[in-house]
Each structure stands twice: as C-alpha cells, then as structure tokens.
C-alpha cells in the first residue's frame, strides 16, 4: 500500500512527490518525467492535453551540478523579477527572489545560465534586429546616425576659438550658415485635425530644413578638407615653411582661381593631384616637341642631341652676328653716341653688340653685366647635370634687370627656356 503523503506516476507508478505534471483535462492523471516526456497515454488521458507542472520547490532546475542550488522556486521568482524591475536592477531583484540571495548571486546566477548559457545561445540571436524604423530621412542624410556623429574637435586654442565662435564638443559654431533655418521648423506641431494640404505643407517645411542642414554639413567638410580655419588663423604659413613644395606658376595661379568651383565637387588631395597631372602633362609635352625636333632633324641618339644644340647655338650666333654687321653700315654715327656712357668702361671689348646695346639700354656697366651673366650660365648647366645650386646674384640687380638679362640670353640661346 502506498505510503500517505507521498505521490505516484499512474504510468510507471515511480515516486513522483518532488516534481510532477498533472493532466488539466483528466482527473487524477500525474505522470513523472520521465513518462511525460515520452508521451505516455493511458485511460482517456492523451499526449495533447494540457498539462500543470507541480513540485515541492525542490527541484533544480540545471542540475545538481549548478553552482549555488538554486531551486525551480527561486528560478520562477527570478523570471518573475527580471520581468518585473528590468534587467540591471539587481538589488530589487534580489528581494524579490528572497533575502537568501545577494544582488551580486542574482546577477552572476542569472547573466551564467540565462545569457551566456545554452539557453541563451539557443535563444538569443548573434545580431539583434533594430525594431525601429528611422522615418526622419533616407540613409546618409544630415539625420542619419553616419552623419549625426559629431568629428573630431578643431586643434585650436581657446583664444581662437573665442575669435571664430567655435564650440568644440558640438562642433558647431556661434554664427551658422544660414543661421535662421531652424524657423521653418520651429513653429511647427503635429495635430490630429489636419488636413492633407497642412500635412504637406509641414513636409515641405521639414524637407527645405534638411536641404539647408545638408548645405552647412557640405560648407563644414569643405573646410575641413582644405585647412581653411588653419588658413584663416595663419597658420597655413608655418606649415607650407616646413613641408615647401614645386614652385607654383603665375598661369597655374590664374588657373587655379578659375577652378576654385571645382572645391565642392574634389577633395583636397584629388585638386592638387589634378594639378600635378596638369604640370606633368606640361613637362612631357615639351619633352615631346623637343624629341620630335631632333627627330625632324635626323637625330636617333641622346649623345648626338649635345652636338646637335652647340652647332644650332653657332649658327643663330653667325646669324646674329650677319643682322649686326647690315645694320651697322647705316648706324655707324648713332652707335657712336649711344655707347659713349660705357664704351670706356673695363670689360667693354668683351661684349657682342648686342650686349653692347642690352648694358647701354639697362645703363649697367659691363663687368656687372659679365658677372651676372657668369653665374646664370653656370647655374643653368648645373641644373642640366642634375646638380643642386643656389644662385646668389648681386645685390644690384633687381627684378627688373634679372627678368631683362635672362630674356636676352634665352633668345640668344645662351640657356633654355624651362630655366627661364
């Protein structure tokens, strides 16, 4: 007979007191376990019927080999809590599950085999969805969270950052572009009695200041990119001392203030590449024509170019010297005159006469002349041998003079033009 007090399977008729499940539809059906979870039937009882877990809070719910004991009781009060106060509110939690439990178990307890168990593999996914739907722009507008994320503060001190209103940890400043944009929102409230043509007209309010959000985010970038705070405070100056670059030329200056529209389209590093293209292009053009000189002229060989440019220099010097020597018969008497001021002057039989005419018209003595003349050529065949100079001219010559000096020994071909 069984003993009082104490329940049985009807199945297997296994001692069921500790834990149980109890048909909701049938009377006095307890199955154990072990017979419930095989689909046991009997009588009118069936597998599909509801069913009522029963146990004296005894049972352990992991296993005798979980760390702190906790009962199936205190599991239930446990999901009861975590529902109740949130996860994090550990300390609530703990007074709920029952002054046995410290906050520090309850959550050591619940983050081991909830989360990081295998229930919590089997039930939490790798990559959470987003279950909310951002309505207020498309993907990569002002509004978006790519574009929300503020930059990298300005590295500039706070003095300068009083003198251009600029607030680092916002990165805004105190006077925007378009600085009264926000009053196409500001007075704006959604209400239920609405019309169609009211909801438009509000979204064509809200879509003018997104337009206007994306101008000042574009005009912030462009500022970034080119380092125009830099250049406004001055300090582009120091930086371009330390790192100097290709000399930029007068025509390419003129060029680039033309292109200066093309800002908002390139980013820094692609202008000054295009630029750089540009000067390249220029070289190897030059390069070219030069190539197909010789070539027109019967040169196959760099070592004939050498020869080739010294007999050209000898016959436009013939050629000079012919022009002079027409012009001279019928300017005898003026020439006499017009070299009066230097023709006394050492250095005076070393010039040609058109050198003659170039020191009387420059009113530079001829051993100046001869001086300057000196270190341009030797400067300029220094470059072609690849060799780095610096030329130090006489503190006499001016701009002027220097620009007068080098255009007449390039025409008289002396030295190249890309050394002019």
Not at 159 to 183: C, F, K, N, S, V
């Amino acid at each position: 007979m069984a003993e009082l007090g104490k329940k049985y399977c009807v199945y297997c008729l296994a001692e069921v007191s500790s834990l149980r499940f109890r048909c909701t539809e049938c009377a006095d059906i307890e199955l154990c376990p072990d017979c419930f979870s095989a689909g046991a039937e009997i009588g009118p009882h069936r597998r599909w019927h509801g069913y009522q877990l029963v146990d004296g809070g005894r049972f352990t719910l992991w296993g005798a080999e979980a760390e702190g004991g906790w009962s199936s009781r205190e599991e239930q009060l446990l999901l009861d809590a975590i529902e109740q106060f949130g996860f994090g509110n550990w300390e609530d939690m703990a007074a709920h599950v029952g002054a046995s439990r410290t906050p520090q178990e309850v959550m050591e307890h619940y983050v081991s085999m909830y989360i990081h168990g295998n229930l919590g593999k089997a039930c939490i996914p790798d990559a959470i969805p987003n279950r909310v739907t951002d309505h207020t722009c498309p993907s990569g507008g002002p509004l978006s969270p790519s574009l929300t994320t503020p930059l990298p503060p300005l590295d500039i001190s706070v003095a300068e950052q009083q003198q251009l209103g600029y607030m680092p940890l916002r990165d805004d400043y105190e006077i925007e572009y378009d600085q009264d944009a926000e009053t196409l929102i500001s007075g704006l409230s959604v209400n239920y009695d609405d019309d169609d043509v009211e909801i438009e007209l509000k979204r064509a309010h809200v879509d003018m200041y997104v337009r206007k959000l994306k101008e000042r985010q574009r005009r912030k970038n462009i500022a970034r990119d080119y380092n125009l705070v830099p250049a406004f405070l001055g300090k582009d100056k120091k930086d371009k001392e330390k790192a100097p670059k290709r000399k930029i030329t007068k025509e390419e200056k003129e060029l680039r203030l033309k292109l200066r529209p093309l800002y908002q389209f390139m980013s820094c590093k692609e202008f000054e590449d295009f630029f750089e293209n540009m000067h390249k292009e220029r070289i190897l053009r030059a390069k070219i024509r030069e190539l197909q000189r010789y070539r027109r002229n019967g040169i196959t060989k760099m070592e004939e170019s050498a020869e080739y440019e010294a007999a050209r220099h000898k016959r436009e010097k013939r050629k000079e010297n012919k022009n002079i020597a027409s012009s001279k018969r019928g300017k005898e008497d003026g020439k006499e005159g017009e070299f009066a001021a230097i023709e006394n002057l050492p250095g005076f039989e070393l010039l040609s006469d058109r050198e003659k005419v170039l020191c009387s018209s420059l009113n530079l003595s001829p051993a100046r002349y001869v001086t300057v003349k000196t270190i341009i050529i030797k400067d300029h065949l220094q470059k072609r041998q690849g060799i780095p100079s610096k030329s130090r001219l006489p503190s006499y010559l001016d701009k002027v003079l220097k620009k007068r000096i080098l255009n007449f020994l390039t025409e008289s071909g002396w030295i190249s033009r890309d050394a002019s």
